[in-house]
Antibody
Framework: EVQLVESGGGLVQPGGSLRLSCAAS????????MHWVRQAPGEGLEWVSY????????YYADSVKGRFTISRDNAKNSLYLQMYSLRAEDTAVYYC????????????WGQGTLVTVSS | QSALTQPASVSGSPGQSITISCTGT?????????VSWYQQHPGKAPKVMIY???NRPSGVSNRFSGSKSGNTASLTISGLQAEDEADYYC????????????FGSGTKVTVL
């Protein structure tokens, strides 16, 4: 069974940093592309970032470009999101998701981790 | 990155059919057959219901179907059931100066 478990969320002050992790199990992590998707409280879903299987291709939403860094460690079956210069508008539940079923589709999701940016 | 446009809410009675539209541009919905639909119940992670415009993952009821015409994709739920009450989001691959994905604004489905 595919499992994605996010961790690392919490309360951080504006301008601060935080590193999210996503532990994957139940599938061959190194063979599948990964994404981060977020959802602000009471709002819709927003795609944040993508990383290819080897990490050679990486893309970001304009809203986080230059502030967030996605990475993966295939030996540890883990995905990461390093977040810098956090703003109030970054407050959201952050989900990791993968494309196992087919490309261009978020077919497996974690339960999410809440990031709150507030003073 | 502008969101895809969805109606804020759609409602129907049990047994009826409803359709949710998702309007994008020629850079996303109109260019690629990479439209997917997600169901999200309160406090839960999203679940994929349709991928590649009109394909259903194993385990998803055949009451859910997808289609696309031009820059607009649609999700139809037939034989509406109480358990279908949830938020629904479309998403599409988008390629402009870089690759990205864009979600719809979301539609709240209410079963009357």
């Amino acid at each position: 069974e595919v499992q994605l478990v996010e961790s690392g969320g919490g309360l951080v002050q504006p301008g601060g940093s935080l590193r999210l992790s996503c532990a994957a199990s139940g599938f061959t992590f190194s063979s599948y592309e990964m994404h981060w998707v977020r959802q602000a409280p009471g709002e819709g879903l927003e795609w944040v970032s993508y990383i290819s299987t080897s990490g050679s291709a990486i893309y970001y939403a304009d809203s986080v470009k230059g502030r967030f860094t996605i990475s993966r460690d295939n030996a540890k079956n883990s995905l990461y999101l390093q977040m810098y210069s956090l703003r109030a508008e970054d407050t959201a539940v952050y989900y990791c998701a993968t494309e196992i079923l087919t490309g261009y589709c978020f077919d497996s999701w974690g339960q999410g981790t809440l990031v709150t940016v507030s003073s | 990155q502008s969101a895809l446009t969805q109606p804020a809410s759609v409602s129907g009675s049990p047994g009826q059919s409803i359709t949710i539209s998702c309007t994008g541009t020629s850079s996303d919905v109109g260019r690629y057959n990479y439209v997917s639909w997600y169901q999200q119940h309160p406090g839960k992670a999203p679940k994929v219901m349709i991928y590649d415009v009109n394909n259903r993952p194993s385990g998803v009821s055949n009451r859910f179907s997808g289609s696309k015409s031009g820059n607009t994709a649609s999700l139809t739920i037939s034989g509406l059931q109480a358990e279908d009450e949830a938020d629904y989001y479309c998403t599409s691959y988008r390629s402009t100066s870089t690759s990205s994905y864009v979600f719809g604004s979301g539609t709240k489905v209410t079963v009357l």
